[in-house]
Structure formats: structure tokens, C-alpha cells
């Protein structure tokens, strides 16, 4: 009895402890277990719902995607359809300009190859007829047979007779009557003066026109048409008075005694004088042939060399310049004082001309002093002495003046003639003729 009332009394405390410590944690537990699972239920249920809601929005999407889907293929298709209208009306615009273009371009190439064949054949025409023309003249007779007809053209251009005729110097019309007073003063003057005399006068009148070349003012005072001449005069004795002989002073007193067109005529006058006192000098000892024949062949000498024309420019100094021809016309044998002096005169005072151009003038006035124009003349080969008298006879005719013609062989020219007179050139040579046909074949 014992027994079982100690394990009753073992079984409640048993039961009690249970109750006490066991029953409280599990029903903690319990209550834990089913707020965790009622939560989970909550948002199980909350999660139905939003997976309802995406459902719904995703059905919803997926109808407006085919909405809009349906709608870029609709407007797809009419974009396709418009580009390929598009696409064919430029293709046919294209094609049309490509067939155009090439059209031009087929004619283009044609007129090409055309203008090619044509200016080759016509290069090899000229170029045959070149060899056809250097076998013609290489014979003597035929040369000289075309140096006739050149001169049967000339005579029908020329008048049948030569009346007298005063040729112009190129002067404005005050500077021109201007220079012929001077002129004639000088003219009066020099048949009294001796050669010593006239070589230095016209090597002070040199000097001064080099002072008058670099004092513009006081050539400008000394040529002004208002200016008191007697106050000129003073200027002159003051400035030149025992500086220059009175032969000189004379001349420069009359320059400034009449009226001038511009400065520059009234310096070149003074040029002028100095050039025909050393051609009168030359006049008077018999050298004036002799002196125009040097002038004009060294006036070749500088045609044919352009770097000595360009030496002897005013780009230089003068002084430089005159050394520089002296030293060549040291070297050359037979050079003739007064042609010297003239061409070192020329040279030292150049006043923006080319000294080529200078000379040539140079030469001019020489022939021109003995009452002749200088006819240049180039051909083939030398004129017989029928040839250069018929051609001196006609060309008298044709300027009214007597003609000095000085004449350059050139075998490159052919045959015929070119016949230069100032200015003027009358170009008859085969050569010539040539080229003039090479330029005028079609381009």
C-alpha cells in the first residue's frame, strides 16, 4: 500500500512538474507555432492575390502587346509599300541620269578621241611638211627663191615712189618741239667745237643727267613749264658754273628755256645731246658706219644673252654696270672708242628700261643720225647683193625714208625673210609660217 500510495505521490509530483514547467513551454510553443503558421497563411493569401493581380496585368500586357504589335505590322506594311514606291520612282530617276551622263560622257569621249586623231594628224602633216620644206630649201636656189617672193610681196605692198618724209621721235608735242630747239641749238653749236670738245661735252652733259636722275626735285624746277626761266638760268650758273664748260651750260640753258611736256622728256633730251655730241665726233673723223655697225652687233650680243642684259640692268648701280661692260669690251678686239663711250654712257644712265632695249634705241638714233631707219632683218642664210638692194629699194619705198638694213643669219628660219623697222615687224619666214600652222590646228 505503501508502494502505491509513494508512487501516486512520485506520479503527481511527476504531473505537477509537468504542469508547472512542461504544459506552459509546450502551450508557448504551440501558440508560436500556430502564429507562425497563420502568418504564413496571411501571406500565403496575400501572395494569391498579387500573383491574381500580375496574372491580370499580365494578360493585360500581353493584349496591348498584341494591339500594338498588330499596329507596326499594319504600319509596316504601309511603310513598305510607300519605300518601294519611293525606291522605284528613284531608281527611275537614276537610271535616267545615269543614261543621260553616260550619254554625255560617250559624246564627250567621242569629241575627244576626235580632237586627238585630228591634232595627231595634223602634228604629223605639219611635222611632214617641215621635212618637205627643210629638203626644198636645202638647196641654195630654192632658199633664195623664197627670199624672192617674200620680196614680190613686199613691192606689192609698197608705194611706187618715196616722198620725203620727217620721221616722229616718239615726244609728247610740247617735249617735241622742245627738243628741236635744243637740237638745233646743239647742231649750231657743234660745227665750231673740235672732237676733244664734243667728247667732253658730252660727258658733262652725262654727268648732269645722272645728277638730274637722282635729284627728281631738281629736274622737276628746271622743266616746269611755269617757272621763270632767268631764275633757271641763275640755278644752272650756280649749281654748274665752273663745274662744266660753257658749251655745256649753252645747252642746258636752252633746255630750260622752252617748255617741256614732263620732267622726263626734258632728262632724256639732256641724254639726247650727249649722245649726238659723240655721234657728230664720230660723224666728223669718219667712223660713223663703223660706229653703228658695233652698236648694233653688240645690241645682238645681248638679245642672244639675256643674263648679260639682266647684269647690265638698273637694278645695279651704275657704276657697277659700266665696269662691268668695259671689262667686256676690253676684251673684244677692234671695239671702237666713240661706240664705247656711247654704250658705257647708255648703260650708267638706264631709267627703268631694259638695257637690250636701250642699245636698241642707241642704234636707232646712230642710223637715224645719218637720215636712215634701221631695218633688222633675219633669213636662212645671206642675201645676194640683188637681194639686199631690192630689199633696201623696197622698204625705202614702203617708210619714206632711206633704210639701213642690217642683216642676222638664222638657218632655223628656213627660207623668207623677217624685216623688223621699229616697232613694226613683217614675219615672211618659213619657219614662221609653221608655227603659225602647229597653233591654228583644232585643240
Avoid at 4 to 11: D, K, T
Avoid at 194 to 206: C, Q, Y
Avoid at 267 to 295: I, K, N, P
Amino acid at each position: 500500500m505503501s508502494t502505491f500510495i509513494g508512487q501516486l505521490i512520485g506520479f503527481a509530483v511527476i504531473v505537477w512538474i509537468i504542469n508547472k514547467y512542461v504544459v506552459p513551454l509546450v502551450g508557448k510553443l504551440m501558440r508560436e507555432r500556430q502564429e507562425a503558421v497563420r502568418t504564413q497563411l496571411d501571406e500565403s493569401a496575400k501572395a494569391t492575390q498579387r500573383l491574381a493581380a500580375a496574372d491580370v496585368y499580365h494578360d493585360k500586357r500581353v493584349d496591348d502587346g498584341r494591339v500594338e504589335a498588330k499596329h507596326i505590322v499594319d504600319e509596316a506594311s504601309f511603310d513598305s509599300v510607300r519605300i518601294v514606291e519611293q525606291l522605284q520612282v528613284q531608281a527611275g530617276v537614276e537610271a535616267e541620269r545615269i543614261r543621260v551622263n553616260g550619254g554625255r560622257q560617250v559624246m564627250l569621249l567621242r569629241a575627244q578621241l576626235i580632237r586627238q586623231l585630228r591634232g595627231d594628224l595634223g602634228n604629223e602633216s605639219v611635222r611632214r611638211a617641215a621635212e618637205l620644206v627643210e629638203a626644198h630649201v636645202a638647196e641654195p636656189q630654192a632658199r633664195s627663191a623664197t627670199v624672192d617672193r617674200f620680196l614680190d610681196e613686199l613691192e606689192s605692198m609698197a608705194p611706187t615712189s618715196t616722198p620725203p618724209e620727217v620721221s616722229s621721235t616718239g615726244l609728247r608735242s610740247a617735249s617735241r618741239d622742245a627738243q628741236v630747239a635744243v637740237v638745233a641749238r646743239f647742231d649750231a653749236m657743234s660745227v665750231s667745237l673740235s672732237p676733244e670738245e664734243l667728247s667732253t661735252l658730252a660727258d658733262e652733259l652725262a654727268v648732269v643727267d645722272g645728277l638730274l636722275l637722282n635729284e627728281p626735285i631738281l629736274g622737276r624746277h628746271l622743266a616746269e613749264a611755269t617757272g621763270d626761266t632767268e631764275a633757271k638760268r641763275r640755278m644752272l650758273q650756280s649749281l654748274f658754273g665752273g663745274r662744266v664748260g660753257s658749251n655745256t651750260l649753252e645747252i642746258l640753258n636752252a633746255a630750260v628755256s622752252v617748255r617741256w611736256s614732263s620732267t622726263r622728256d626734258f632728262v632724256s633730251t639732256v641724254q639726247h645731246v650727249a649722245r649726238l655730241s659723240l655721234l657728230a665726233r664720230a660723224d666728223r673723223e669718219g667712223q660713223s658706219d663703223e660706229v653703228a655697225e658695233q652698236l648694233f652687233r653688240f645690241g645682238r650680243v645681248l638679245d642672244a644673252q639675256p643674263r648679260l642684259t639682266s647684269l647690265l640692268g638698273d637694278s645695279k648701280p651704275a657704276d657697277d654696270r659700266v665696269a662691268l661692260l668695259r671689262g667686256i669690251l676690253d676684251r673684244a678686239s677692234g671695239a671702237n672708242p666713240i661706240a664705247a663711250a656711247l654704250l658705257a654712257q647708255t648703260v650708267g644712265l638706264l631709267r627703268g628700261e631694259r638695257a637690250d632695249e636701250a642699245v636698241h634705241d642707241l642704234v636707232q638714233l646712230a642710223v637715224a643720225r645719218q637720215g636712215e631707219l634701221v631695218a633688222q632683218v633675219s633669213a636662212a642664210a645671206d642675201l645676194s647683193e640683188v637681194q639686199r638692194q631690192r630689199l633696201t629699194d623696197v622698204l625705202t619705198r614702203i617708210y619714206h625714208n632711206p633704210v639701213s638694213v642690217q642683216l642676222t643669219v638664222d638657218p632655223e628660219l628656213l627660207g623668207g625673210l623677217s624685216v623688223a623697222v621699229g616697232d613694226e615687224l613683217i614675219d615672211g619666214t618659213l619657219s614662221s609660217r609653221l608655227v603659225e600652222a602647229t597653233t591654228n590646228l583644232p585643240n
